[in-house]
């Protein structure tokens, strides 16, 4: 089984934590400061779908994963819904889709996902959204756009263009050119990648945090190979 054997502190510094504890005063020094020849003072500000995308880093290189071996892993969190504290495992993806001269946030909305988009989307909206007909747009991204309820957006996809019904505009924080949402299934073929970026882990009422949060990282201890010191 492959492992991320990278530079400790180089990943720690990209993820502006000390991911194995192993770093010392040195590391604590420059962990704000990213790596490279000439890394920036400070860091830029994050998008959502960069929160979640560090985040995912995060775990992966703390436990040496690569990419099927976190999904691995996701699926095994998924398939623990029902299981003492966890209510629910929902995962989703974010990517970066480019609309004529501009670039936004695209969200993948599946049922069971707690999103600002499912919550604030008109219900028949969502439904066909779900359903792979249609796309909410922010109202940042409609007014960037020029795109109002009704109107068509086409999205550049690695599998070329889709074009898109907008079903409803919502208010959503975003910078850029905006953010949006389409149906997860759909973002996962048009950008053919599956798995998701975050997951969202749901507890039953009463259930510890930290002990759902401790439960589910011996799952992905169990995937991953023993850490050896080097």
Do not use: C
Not at 126 to 136: E, K, P, S, Y
């Amino acid at each position: 089984m492959s492992r991320d054997r990278g530079p400790k502190h180089k990943k720690s510094r990209r993820e502006g934590v000390d991911l194995y504890g192993t770093g010392g005063e040195s590391l604590q020094r420059r962990l704000q400061q990213p790596p490279g020849m000439h890394g920036r003072k400070t860091r830029r500000r994050e998008s959502e779908y960069s929160r979640h995308l560090r985040e995912k880093q995060k775990v992966k290189r703390m436990y040496g994963l690569q990419e099927k071996q976190f999904l691995r892993f996701f699926e095994k969190a998924r398939r623990k819904s029902g299981e003492t504290g966890v209510a629910a495992v929902a995962g989703s993806q974010w990517a970066t889709v480019n609309v004529g001269d501009a670039r936004i946030l695209v969200q993948g909305l599946a049922v069971g996902l707690s999103a600002p988009f499912i919550a604030k989307t008109k219900p028949t909206a969502l439904r066909q959204v779900l359903a792979g007909d249609g796309i909410v747009l922010s109202s940042v991204a409609a007014r960037n756009l020029g795109r109002k309820t009704g109107d068509v957006v086409r999205l550049a996809t690695p599998t070329g263009y889709h074009s898109l019904i907008v079903r409803d505009v919502v208010d959503y924080v975003a910078i850029d050119s905006g953010s949006a949402a389409i149906s997860l299934d759909g973002l996962r073929d048009w950008f053919d990648r599956p798995g998701a970026t975050f997951l969202q882990v749901g507890l039953k009422p009463g259930a510890d945090a930290e002990d759902v949060r401790a439960d589910l990282e011996l799952s992905l201890i169990h995937i991953s190979e023993p850490t050896r010191p080097y």
